[in-house]
């Protein structure tokens, strides 16, 4: 049974880190591209970073960009989301997604309509002091 978990979110003050994980189950996340969206109250859903399956290039928004790390780690298939320097904007619903049907990060563009487009159920980030 394919599986995305998420985990690591919570409440961190302004300046604060927080590193998300999503651990696979059922396939291997090796062969796929893997990316972070997050959705914000009231607003649409955006890619937040990915990772190129063809060549290990990683694409962060403009935003989060100098801030974020996106990574995987084969041997545990997972992945995770470094966030240092968290500002309230930064609040948000996190999910992990892989294979993503859809994708606009910086200049990487992604449009697959028979991609697997797996998602995990998200992890609430929230940025106040």
């Known amino acids: 049974q394919l599986q995305l978990v998420e985990s690591g979110g919570g409440l961190v003050q302004p300046g604060g880190s927080l590193r998300l994980s999503c651990v696979a189950s059922g396939f291997s996340l090796d062969r796929y591209m893997v990316a972070w969206f997050r959705q914000a109250s009231g607003k649409e859903r955006e890619g937040v970073a990915c990772i190129d399956e063809s060549d290990g290039n990683t694409y962060y928004e403009d935003s989060v960009n100098g801030r974020f790390t996106i990574s995987r780690d084969s041997v545990k298939n997972a992945m995770y989301l470094q966030m240092n320097h968290l500002q309230p904007e930064d609040t948000g619903v996190y999910y992990c997604?892989?294979?993503?049907?859809?994708?606009?990060?910086?200049?990487?563009?992604?449009?697959?309509?028979?991609?697997?487009?797996?998602w995990g159920r998200g992890t609430l980030v929230t940025v106040s002091s």
């Open positions: 997604v892989v294979d993503p049907k859809r994708l606009h990060i910086g200049p990487r563009y992604r449009a697959v309509s028979n991609a697997l487009d797996a």
